[in-house]
């Protein structure tokens, strides 16, 4: 993909940093064309993650979380261990995770109409729609 290995240099995201692609219909095509090792969700399986499998994969290295759609942030599980935004390339969603892998944090999500906000204590919220 075109201007992609420069868009992930520029935000920071270094070949040698492990990922997290949700979804992916493919065994690891996300990761190839990302050329980067990590994980995927392999036949979106995404929404049913749970905290170990969050927690050995950032244990593991992970560093960022990359979204070719929104709807992971709506599962708390996810959502929880998301540190910051770090930028977006065409419908790709770049994520820094967290490493503080303690599951103490709370999680509050509201659900108003087509919106969901989600909250976490100490982090801004986020709306998605």
Request: include cysteine.
């Amino acid at each position: 993909m075109p201007g992609l290995n420069d868009f992930l240099e520029k935000n920071g995201i270094a070949h040698s940093d492990k990922v997290i692609c949700f979804p992916d219909y493919t065994p690891n095509g996300s990761l190839y064309l990302l050329n980067r090792s990590g994980w995927t969700a392999y036949n979106g399986s995404y929404p049913s993650i749970n905290q170990v499998e969050m927690k050995k994969r950032i244990e593991a290295g992970a560093r960022y979380l990359v979204l070719s759609d929104y709807n992971p942030l709506v599962n708390p599980v996810i959502y929880s261990h998301v540190k910051k935004f770090t930028g977006s390339f065409h419908d790709i969603s770049f994520y820094e995770l967290d490493s503080d892998t303690s599951f103490s944090r709370g999680f509050i999500s509201i659900i108003c109409g087509r919106s969901i906000i989600n909250r976490l204590p100490g982090k801004e919220c986020r709306e998605i729609i």
